[in-house]
């Protein structure tokens, strides 16, 4: 059973093949800005192509796959799963209904590459998984609910990892999860449910390299209105050009851990970033009651001793914390395309 993998992210495609569970290839395929337009539906034809390309140039046959899978995009919120890529999704997906994203292309690229060889299309998990709390979903102003947009992918497949580590099942832990990497996510993962997590994507949470995280609103309201920046330019603040980009010009943790040797305001930012990831994890301890089986870290910045050691610190008092450095989305997206093929879990409708 082959099954090819796809990725799309802001500057990158990501693509793998996998044999059942043992991996052929993965491939890194670069795109600089100029190569990618604002709309999506551009960007599919263009991203597409460079995938075909390279199947060619590594003598993979498409016509051999049995599914393609993609990571799943910015949808209506949905249960945790593996989902058939059908014609309402690709609809939503490409007029970005729900909102815009390079994830969103994840499911488009997989759909119209089953549809030439004439095999199944899937996502799984996408960052719009839903499990809330009914008292989750309050924020103060019932015309801004709290919305479940988090790392669902990385974090469940971590879940489980974990649970097999330990020889448990995710159905029977507490764990509160924390996914660190260009957004961040900081979840309650309660007996097999996300019952709450900060929104990663739109302004909630630590800030992150790219993101401003929660910052102070009514300062940002009257910035909006002092006839200076655009709508775009203001969405750029939090999403894309905030965090670490705002103070730096970049978004490097390793660059930033180096130069924080010699330079106070990159430890002091850097020092800020964890600070605010324990005190997230600190408010997510309080949705568990405290009874918390363990912390997990993952991502990729849970690869950087610094930041770890400083969240360790803080929080290592709430439970005992365990570090799963990177973000293995391409095995954990196979992993589910595999157990649908196998029969292990079944395909659901988006409906």
């Not at 709290?146 to 099942?169: M, P, T, V, W």
């Not at 609103?217 to 905030?242: A, N, P, Q, R």
Request: proline letters at 3%; charged letters at 25%.
């Amino acid at each position: 059973m082959k099954i090819l993998v796809i990725n799309p992210g802001s500057t990158s495609t990501k693509i793998a093949l996998f044999d059942e569970d043992i991996p052929k290839f993965e491939k890194i395929l670069r795109h600089t800005p100029s190569d990618l337009d604002t709309d999506l539906s551009i960007q599919y034809n263009f991203r597409l192509k460079i995938i075909e390309n390279f199947l060619k140039e590594s003598n993979t046959n498409i016509n051999d796959l049995s599914a393609i899978i993609g990571i799943g995009g910015l949808l209506k919120p949905v249960s945790s799963g593996t989902y058939i890529v059908n014609e309402k999704m690709l609809e939503e997906l490409i007029s970005c209904k729900w909102g815009t994203h390079a994830s969103n292309l994840g499911g488009v690229l997989a759909y119209y590459i089953g549809k030439k060889v004439n095999k199944p299309a899937y996502i799984a998990d996408p960052v719009v998984v839903d499990e809330f709390d009914e008292i989750a979903r309050i924020s103060g102003h019932p015309k801004l609910p709290r919305k479940s947009i988090f790392h669902a992918l990385n974090q469940k497949a971590i879940a489980y990892k974990y649970s097999k580590d330990i020889d448990k099942k995710y159905e029977d832990l507490n764990l509160v999860i924390v996914h660190m990497g260009g957004g961040i996510s900081v979840s309650a993962h309660k007996k097999g449910r996300v019952v709450d997590s900060n929104n990663a994507l739109n302004g909630d949470g630590p800030f992150t390299p790219q993101r401003s995280g929660s910052v102070p609103v009514g300062d940002l309201i009257d910035l909006c209105f002092l006839g200076k920046y655009t709508k775009e330019y203001m969405h750029s603040m939090i999403l894309g050009c905030g965090g670490l980009v705002a103070y730096f010009k970049k978004d490097s943790v390793v660059e930033l851990e180096e130069e924080s040797k010699k330079n106070e305001k990159a430890r002091l930012i850097l020092e800020a970033m964890a600070y605010q990831i324990s005190k997230e994890i600190g408010a997510y301890a309080t949705v568990l009651k405290g009874n918390i089986d363990a912390i997990l870290l993952t991502g990729g910045i849970a690869n950087s001793s610094f930041i770890t050691n400083e969240i360790k610190n803080r929080v290592g008092y709430i439970s005992k914390i365990f570090i799963y450095p990177g973000e293995d989305e391409l095995a954990a997206l196979n992993k589910r395309a595999y157990r649908v093929l196998k029969n292990e879990e079944k395909a659901l409708n988006y409906e």
